[in-house]
């Protein structure tokens, strides 16, 4: 017999980007909707860098908060050459900011701040162990002549690799991963390591970036590989372990800037990220364990409690608009733009 209505605890995402200005009034009620708390990632222009930038880019979110919604941005610093061990101690110090994010410089939106050398930043990283601050990675080489395919792999054996061995006491959550490498590296990594999956590399592979036509909504990075990875993708987060939680890596960019002869990087999933989960977990007869990928162990790796609220998806079709109003010039395209979408959020 089907299911045909799910309650959980109401969710968070892990790992999200929200951008600035007037999109706010599109990205933080399509969030707001089904999770209560999310990651906000700091790779705007110029980055966030400082708790102070941190908090002022929290209150501009809020502002955009529906009246009926409640929703808790959890904010990031971004790691730079420069990112100082004192702005640890700030950090530590404000219960709005939660975590670093790792981007190497050139690896994807934004990163062109990100570090060009991971000993430029050691004395950082060593006070974000003495303090249990998390670090959020990025992991993908940036050498231009790696293929893009081997960007992920190549990242754990040359960098995250030395660099946990160096410091173990580091918490390390490793970003949208993609392939059976990661799953592997972070299944064996020990409890300070943990990864978050998106919904687009679990409903996705290469294929439906690139047979038949290039599809540029479906180009992310890390870029979808081959399915038998996602097939791992997916074993992991249906798997039960809590070192694999929710991140959507909701990403929205203007469709001209999308559907271009040189495309940006990052799909849209937000408006029906929660729905899209529970299709797969679906798929794979796991509705079961949505609740503790989603709600349960995201909270449990940042030592943070469950959110109390619970949400409900029934399965009724609805269909995804074409795309969202995102600036007074341009809209944004969602991941299934169009499309039914088979659970909805009560
Ligand atoms: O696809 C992506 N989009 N990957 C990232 O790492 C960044 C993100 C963005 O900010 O657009
Ligand atoms: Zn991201």
């Known amino acids: 017999m089907s299911t045909n209505r799910i309650s959980l605890i109401k969710p968070d995402d892990w790992h999200l980007h929200l951008r600035d200005g007037e999109a706010l009034r599109t990205s933080v009620p399509h ?12 790779n705007l222009l110029p980055p966030v860098t400082t708790v102070a930038s941190a908090l002022a880019y929290r209150e501009r979110i809020l502002a955009a908060v529906l009246p009926k919604q409640t929703f808790t941005p959890l904010m990031t610093l971004y790691l730079t050459d420069e990112l100082a061990p004192l702005e640890m101690e700030r950090l530590a110090k404000s219960p709005h900011v939660i975590a670093v994010k790792y981007y190497p410089a050139g690896a994807t939106t934004n990163s062109q701040n990100g570090v060009t050398d991971i000993e430029k930043v050691i004395p950082t990283l060593e006070r974000m162990a003495e303090l249990s601050i998390p670090l959020l990675i990025h992991g ?23 660099l946990r061995d160096r410091l173990p006491e580091l918490r390390v959550i490793l970003e949208h991963i993609t ?14 390591l943990a990864a978050t999956i998106t919904v687009h590399h679990l409903l996705h592979n290469r294929n439906d970036l690139l047979a038949g036509g290039i599809r540029p909504h479906f180009y992310c ?45 990052g799909v849209y999933t937000a408006p029906a990220a929660l729905e899209l989960y529970a299709e797969v977990f679906e798929q794979h007869n796991a509705l079961d364990r949505l609740e503790k990928f989603a709600s349960v162990f995201g ?16 399965r009724q079709d609805w269909q995804l608009p074409e795309s969202y109003p995102f600036t007074a010039e341009d809209t944004v395209v969602p991941l299934r733009s169009g499309d039914k979408i088979c659970w909805q959020l009560k």
């Open 221 to 265: 990075l890390p870029i979808l590989k081959r399915s038998s990875h996602q097939t791992a993708l997916i074993e992991a987060a249906i798997s039960g372990s809590p070192k694999f939680f929710l991140g959507t890596d909701s990403a929205p960019h203007l469709r001209s800037q999308k559907e271009s002869a040189c495309g940006c990087a």
């Open 299 to 314: 909270p449990q790796f940042y030592g943070l409690q469950p959110n109390t609220e619970q949400v409900t998806l029934i």
């Open 140 to 162: 993908e080489v940036t050498d231009p002549d790696t293929d893009i395919f081997d960007r992920e792999r190549l990242f754990i054996e040359q960098v995250l690799s030395p």
């Open 179 to 192: 392939t059976q490498d990661s799953v592997d590296y972070v299944k064996s990594g020990g409890d300070g």
């Open 31 to 42: 969030t707001a909707r089904c999770f209560a708390r999310a990651i906000v990632m700091p």
